[in-house]
């Protein structure tokens, strides 16, 4: 088994022994020199003074805790109740002197973690601290519900010093710890480029969230809408490593899983499990199914790159990486600002800066997912809880892929609550909640998609608007990608001439809806050609 592990990390083991002199037992493993410089020292002095407030019940916690946090170099101030740390919190504040880090237990007396942040929020403060949540049932914790929280960083207990401290520098001091991880991934993650990967997912919003990703580090990407799809692929082609979803029509992951592992030659193949459930209990069904590893939902863009690096082969003969080019949001963005419950950093983040990309995607989920409250209705009122939760459980992941934690926090509830035979009333006031959140996303991406008149084309050349809508219809009609990348590209050309058509359009080339975007750019090359 030493021998076997060895080698496949292209190394040696061995061992000389000598009658009367002893054994030595040697392993040669080949390692690139670390590009990280030792920072431990750095960011504890970066640490040593800055206040923090520890919120805990238990008595032993608290004690256990604080002392850590002093250990840091940290000055901690220690309550028992939510109560008691919204008054520390202000009077601090307000004194000049206030909190830089809040770690807060999830399961309190009085106000639970959750809501004593949230209520944090609502304060009016001058300076407000990084957020840290500590909790002994991480299967429990609501984690839709606390990212929206605004909640920086959970840590499950039992809490050691190393664990507490990578932590606090992970959410204090991003410049100096998560900026150097990302550029060691960044530097490392280029050897594995050309790596042929398989996402198998039946939700078009989250497929394309997966593709760009992958493809941005220089991936190979195919994809399969569900698992049957997958093991055929699988069985007649090669890939380094496989995405599964859970939860899809025709085969589900475990089953496509479990069929994949059956096929000659692909015992090795790494397959990871992509679900929206952190529970243990769904991570032991993936790996007693096969695979290998796995990745929550919504995808967290330092955790993908980790388990890329984790188990991709690299490769020694990979060109240097180009430069690249900065990529800015674009100035329709700007309007989805005011939507309450929706995180556009959080999204912006994820797709790395790309608000192109952003704005695309958002589009298709409103395209795909606008109707949703009609549809989860009608639902309920068939009794159809399967039906129900496999619905809801698509629209939660796609929600909180995009940052919009409404949508997706009201989608979780209504997934909790299909699970046993509920009246139609119980369910009706998430359903009817959904409705405007969904009916707002659309109003405000149709008003970011028509430019202002400030920046609108004031005019255009008909001979170069059909020459445009000519080249669209030849693609559209041979169903080719290329024309998602045609319309972005010349979508202020467009909007100058069909302002009124041009969301439509968009929204229907962006959810590959082609027929209907092909019968669109035929009425309006006809308006043309007169």
Known sequence: ICKRLAEIMAGRIGVESHPGQGSRFWVDLPFSPSLRLPQERIQGETLRGKRALLIDDSPESREIMAAMLEEIGMEVVAVASGEEGLGAVQTADRSGAPFALLVVDWCLGGIDGIT??????????????????????????????????????????????????????????????????????????????????????????????????????????????????AVERVAQESFDLVFMDMQMPVMDGLQAAAAIRRLPDRQSLPILAMTANA?????????????????????????????????????????????????????????LRSLDGLDIEAGLRLLQGDGEGYMRLLLQFAEHHGGDADHLAALVQAGDLPGLRQHSHALKGAAATLGAWKIAQLAADIEQRSGAAPAAEALRPSIEAL???????????????????????????????????????QLLAIEDSAVNDLFLN??????????????????????FDYAEALALVRDLLATQMH
């Open 116 to 229: 004593n942040v949230e209520r944090l929020h609502a304060l009016e403060l001058a300076h407000r601290p990084a957020l840290l949540m500590v909790t002994a049932f991480s299967d429990d914790l609501p984690r839709l519900q606390a990212m929206g929280a605004g909640i920086n960083r959970v840590i499950t207990k039992p809490v050691t010093p190393s664990m507490l401290f990578d932590a606090i520098v992970e959410i204090m001091l991003p410049t100096v710890a998560g900026q150097e991880a990302a550029e060691i991934r960044a530097s490392t993650l280029h050897q594995c480029r050309g790596a042929h990967i398989l996402v198998v997912e039946d939700n078009l919003v989250n497929q394309e969230v997966a593709q760009m990703l992958l493809e941005s580090m220089g991936m190979r990407v195919c994809v399969a809408d569900n698992g049957q799809v």
């Open 490 to 511: 010349h979508r202020q050309l467009l909007a100058a001439a069909f302002a009124a058509q041009v969301p439509r359009l968009g929204r229907l080339i962006d959810a």
């Open 279 to 335: 529970f243990s209990e769904d991570r032991e069904h993936c790996l007693a199914a096969g695979m290998n590893d796995h990745i929550a939902k919504p995808i967290d863009l330092d955790k993908l790159q980790t388990l890329l690096l984790k188990w991709l082969p690299q490769r020694l003969d990979v060109p240097a990486p180009d430069a690249g080019s900065t990529i800015t949001a674009p100035s329709g963005i700007d309007a």
């Open 435 to 473: 409705r405007p959140q969904l009916s707002q996303l659309r109003h405000c991406l149709d008003a970011a998609a028509v430019p202002s008149p400030a920046t609108a084309t004031p005019s255009y050349d008909r001979a170069q608007i059909r020459a445009l809508l000519s080249r669209m219809e």
